[in-house]
């Protein structure tokens, strides 16, 4: 019965991976079809003849570098923002002592519930009475806000499992706060702030209508919203839309790869207290 078990969990497992895996397999070998204008089926996929063309053509169609590189500053910019000022926001609530502190902390957790629809048209008169209409400033500070208040109450809770006692060798050499904060809490948390990283990036990435009803002028306009652009104008030339919208995963791919490792998180303590 274990054996038929293990079998039978193994063929499911396979069967998960066959769904989610599929349509991407799918979409990549139709992004490189030599038939633009329709939409092949499988059969005809394996047997077809391939081309790379279609990912230079969309790569050079509607400034699609401009739109590129939007995005890349925009998220960039964004992920930094976020990780540094939700962590610093983390170590304030974890660590230091202030009057009404778990009240504050319960009413900054409560935004959570908000759905983020609502707050568009309030954001938006904000950002038009600031003057950051059509402007990467005025997108970024909505994306590290409508952020910081899920970055923060999931490093908090990673800061309160670290030991107090590695703290004291830094104050006991007159180390202040940003000194413990910077050799004890930022190495230490590096497994959450990768994964945080991870979900910034992917979150403002794919994001659409907020830079849609922030970014005006076609010069400012970020990926998400050029490939609806672009969808519209090549909707019947699959291979040419499927290769832009690849390109526009490549990115998101590469920020995985390079923080999956953080996603292995250590014991705290590890060659941090002596027993």
């Not at 054996?3 to 799918?26: E, N, T």
């Not at 970020?222 to 690849?246: D, E, K, M, W």
């Not at 995963?249 to 490792?261: D, E, G, M």
Request: with cysteine; glycine share 8%; net charge positive.
């Amino acid at each position: 019965m274990s054996k038929l078990r293990a079998a039978l969990l193994h063929l499911v497992l396979i069967a998960g991976i066959a769904v989610v895996v599929g349509p991407f397999v799918y979409m990549l070998l139709t992004a490189m079809t030599t038939d633009n204008y329709s939409l092949p089926s499988p059969q005809k996929l394996m047997t077809d003849a391939k081309t790379l063309g279609n990912f230079a053509e969309a790569w050079g169609k509607n400034h699609f570098q401009l739109f590129f590189a939007n995005s890349l500053l925009v998220t960039a910019a964004t992920m930094a923002f976020s990780l540094m000022l939700s962590s610093c926001m983390a170590y304030s609530f974890a660590r230091f002592e202030f009057p009404g502190k778990e009240l504050l902390f319960r009413l900054f957790v409560f935004t959570l519930f908000v759905p983020a629809i609502i707050n568009i048209i309030p954001q938006f008169t904000i950002l038009k009475s600031l003057h950051l209409v059509d402007n990467y400033a005025g997108l970024v500070l909505l994306y590290v806000g409508s952020g910081l208040v899920g970055s923060t109450f999931f490093l908090r809770g990673f800061f309160e499992r670290i030991p107090r006692e590695l703290e004291e060798s830094i104050v006991i050499d007159g180390g202040g706060r940003f000194t413990v904060f910077r050799s004890v809490y930022i190495p230490m948390s590096l497994p959450a702030l990768g994964t945080l990283a991870i979900f910034s990036f992917q979150g403002t990435w794919d994001e659409f209508v907020v830079a849609l009803t922030v970014m005006k002028s076609e010069a400012h306009r970020t990926l998400p919203v050029a490939l609806q652009l672009f969808r519209g104008q090549y909707a019947s030339f699959y291979g040419l839309f499927f290769a832009g919208s690849i390109i526009a995963l490549v990115p998101t791919i590469l920020v995985f790869l390079l923080f999956q490792k953080q996603f292995v998180q250590a014991n705290l303590s590890d060659g941090g207290v002596k027993n």
